[in-house]
């Protein structure tokens, strides 16, 4: 007999008072129905149904929006203080809400085209994002998640012994060094570490408010292990690079345009698709902190 990828029960649908939740996986992800997300900036019930969603399913999928660029950061603060430097644009009059245009946006020098947490080099990385779709392509340009706390809980007793010990050092450059180099002068270079330096992070954290367990490493931000040597890392973080990944852990969005989605920064990494060619894609995108980092 095979064995099973992963051991959890699937999840089920939950019920709340103000919409319904519809499971897309197994593990996490959940298509949100029945209401204009905009309401919840005024109605504290709605809020609370919604925020206790999003700690329950990890990514809220919604379709069919009006989020005028206000709202979209009024919404924002609801769950935190916005987080307004980024490495997109900002939409004039509106800081705070990051302007991701393609295919004008292949042109810098972070790219994104591998598994990642936003910002977690920083030392206290983006909790969570709103992502809004306003014109999509035709086809291709989906969005993925993965499940951080389901790939800590199928892992070996073994590995769970010895991650639980570990830090990674978390950097920027790791998958864009030499992007970088090829487009920034040397004194440019040298500004952009000096403001964005690595930093280290447990491998293995504690959500702040589930309580579960989950990895935090990527393949993009994750440089190496603390303490190890690079070959001793390298076996480590490749092993858990490819199991965090796996198509069990994975939920897939396909965008349409008024589509928006929340998730949880600490506990999913997330990749986009990038098949579209030049197609053009615009998003708008508001992230935002809170006081708790990883650990």
């Not at 309401?39 to 809020?47: G, K, S, V």
């Not at 206000?70 to 980024?86: A, C, D, N, V, Y």
């Not at 070959?231 to 990944?245: G, I, K, P």
């Amino acid at each position: 007999m095979a064995q099973l990828a992963t051991k959890s029960e699937p999840i089920t649908a939950k019920s709340y008072q103000h919409f319904e939740a519809a499971p897309q996986t197994g593990s996490f992800g959940a298509l949100i129905k029945n209401i204009q997300v905009a309401d919840a900036i005024e109605n504290d019930e709605l809020f609370a149904d919604l925020y206790q969603a999003w700690l329950d399913y990890q990514v809220l999928f919604f379709r069919d929006q009006e989020l005028s660029p206000g709202q979209h950061l009024k919404l924002g603060e609801r769950f935190g203080e916005i987080q307004k430097p980024g490495y997109a644009p900002n939409l004039e009059g509106f800081e705070g809400v990051w302007v991701q245009e393609y295919p004008d946006l292949y042109d810098g020098i972070v790219a994104d085209l591998d598994w990642h947490s936003d910002s977690s080099f920083r030392e206290q990385p983006t909790r969570g994002s709103l992502l809004y779709a306003l014109d999509v392509p035709v086809s291709g340009g989906d969005t993925v998640w993965s499940d951080m706390c389901a790939a800590y809980e199928d892992l070996a007793p073994p590995w769970k012994t010895m991650v639980d010990g570990l830090s990674a050092i978390h950097d920027n450059m790791t998958r864009n060094l030499f992007r970088a180099l090829s487009r920034l002068s040397v004194e440019e270079f040298a500004k952009v570490r000096e403001y964005l330096p690595p930093n280290e992070h447990p491998v293995v954290c504690t959500h702040p408010e589930s309580g579960r367990k989950y990895l935090f490493v990527s393949e993009l931000m994750t440089r190496d292990i603390a303490g190890m040597n690079d070959r001793e890392s390298r076996a480590v973080l490749d092993f858990l690079f490819a199991h965090q990944t796996r198509p069990e852990y994975q939920c897939r969005f396909n965008w349409e345009p008024n589509s928006l989605v929340l998730w949880d920064n600490f506990s999913t990494l997330h990749r986009g698709i990038f098949d579209f060619g030049q197609s053009h894609r615009l998003m708008h995108r508001v992230s935002f902190n809170t006081p708790w980092k990883p650990a």
